[in-house]
């Protein structure tokens, strides 16, 4: 079955200690990225990747890292949580990097489902 | 001035009415457009994309206005099952690749 996977689900923490949800597609995507969603502002990109070794920020980019060693893994790192990095995480993938021209298979994002991180 | 804006409602209406929702964006550079709909707790699914065309989907319409820069769906003969937020998204194509989603419209069914 074509998917995304996250982990934790869930995850309750507390400031300053490192945490990192990894993120996992199936589908042979180039791209892929992070969001984070909260109350009243939507989902926001934290991180994206065109490619294996490929990344790039997003519009909240402050406080995570990421990485991309392999192309089917995507892990979000959060080297010191603060409170204000609770949210919800999505991973998504797809299969290229949306441009012009591209059809909406292509450019359709699929999403895992969903990182809740409490920071105390 | 947010990127991407939508009305948040909510909209409660009656099932079987006929329900609309705009999406305004502020960037003339954007190229491709889609609704999402996302179900409480759960992730985003693509719902549609919109051409510069207009498209359908059974019940759903989709429409693109480039020159208002805004982009609208329309849902016909409701549906409990269409209770949601629906989602706007807005890909620009400049070498940052952004991807930019409205806050969403919830809609409610009523039976």
């Known amino acids: 079955e074509a998917q995304v996977t996250q982990n934790p689900r869930y995850l309750i923490t507390v400031t300053g200690k490192k945490l990192t949800v990894t993120c996992s597609q199936n589908?042979?995507?180039?791209?892929m990225s992070w969001y984070r969603q909260d109350p009243g502002l939507g989902l926001r990109q934290i991180y994206y990747?065109?490619?294996?070794?490929?990344?790039d920020k997003g519009d909240v980019p402050e406080g995570y890292k990421v990485s991309r060693k392999e192309k089917r893994n995507f892990p979000l790192i959060l080297e010191s949580p603060s409170p204000n990095q609770t949210s919800l995480y999505f991973c998504?993938?797809?299969?290229?990097?949306?441009?012009?021209?591209?059809?909406?298979?292509?450019?359709?994002?699929?999403f895992g489902p969903g990182t809740r991180l409490t920071v105390l | 001035r947010k990127e991407v804006e939508q009305d948040p409602g909510p909209f409660n209406v009656p099932e079987g009415a006929t329900v609309a929702f705009n999406c305004t964006y502020s960037?003339?550079?954007?190229?491709?457009f889609f609704w999402y709909r996302q179900d409480c707790r759960k992730e985003p699914k693509l719902l549609m994309s919109?051409?510069?065309s207009g498209n359908e989907d059974g019940r759903f319409t989709a429409q693109l206005n480039r020159a208002s820069q805004y982009i609208s769906l329309l849902i016909r003969d409701s549906k409990l099952s269409d209770s949601a937020t629906y989602l706007c998204?807005?890909?620009?194509?400049?070498?940052?690749?952004?991807?930019?989603f409205g806050s969403g419209t919830r809609l409610s069914i009523r039976p």
């Open positions: 998504a993938s797809s299969a290229g990097r949306p441009r012009v021209g591209g059809t909406s298979s292509y450019n359709e994002q699929f």
């Open positions: 919109v051409y510069s």
């Open positions: 998204v807005v890909n620009s194509y400049s070498s940052a690749s952004k991807i930019i």
């Open positions: 990747s065109m490619n294996v070794e490929v990344t």
């Open positions: 960037n003339s550079a954007s190229q491709s």
């Open positions: 589908m042979n995507h180039e791209y």
